[in-house]
């Protein structure tokens, strides 16, 4: 069937994080890319249901957390198998407030990036958010986490509310 095909896309892993107020949150996504480049713009396409985009509906802001390949699973499993409505993620983890006031993972993170919703488009469970990247910063150098070596070598699943979720 065509949804074996559409595994063989590539993308990498991303721990996506935001701040409301008190309220910070954070998942792991693997739909993140570039558009354009000047303005410097990004995608994200994230599940509605979850609470992180909540978060980035209502401060309008989201931080990107380019993940290492050596991140183990149980790292990639805090942020993407729990809710951050009722788990703080960010316990115990390595993280700094950047400059648009949203929480960067620093552990396990090749570089970080801010970014600002410039606009959504409604794509069913998931929302496509188009964001202009205010700021990047690369933290170290090394080989960028892809979603085929999570799912390859790493043996690890998709979270029933991720794009690329079958229940085969």
Not at 20 to 47: D, F, H, R, Y
């Amino acid at each position: 069937m065509y949804f074996e095909a559409l595994r063989d896309i590539s993308y990498g892993l991303y721990i996506v994080t935001s701040k409301n107020g008190e309220k910070m949150g954070g998942l792991i996504v693997n739909t993140i890319m570039q558009v354009t480049s000047e303005p410097a713009k990004i995608s994200l396409c994230i599940n509605k249901q979850n609470y992180t985009y909540e978060l980035i509906k209502k401060s309008g802001v989201f931080g990107v957390s380019v993940l290492e390949q050596e991140t183990p699973l149980v790292f990639i499993g805090q942020w993407g198998f729990k809710s951050s409505k009722t788990v703080n993620k960010f316990e115990n983890i390595n993280y700094r407030m950047g400059e648009y006031g949203v929480p960067l993972v620093i552990d396990h993170s090749l570089s970080v990036m801010e970014a600002s919703v410039q606009s959504e488009l409604d794509v069913g469970t998931h929302v496509m958010i188009i964001a202009e990247l205010k700021r990047g910063e690369i933290l170290k150098e090394g080989a960028v986490l892809t979603y085929d070596h999570y799912r390859k070598v790493k043996r690890g699943k998709a979270p029933k509310t991720a794009p690329t979720f079958r229940n085969d």
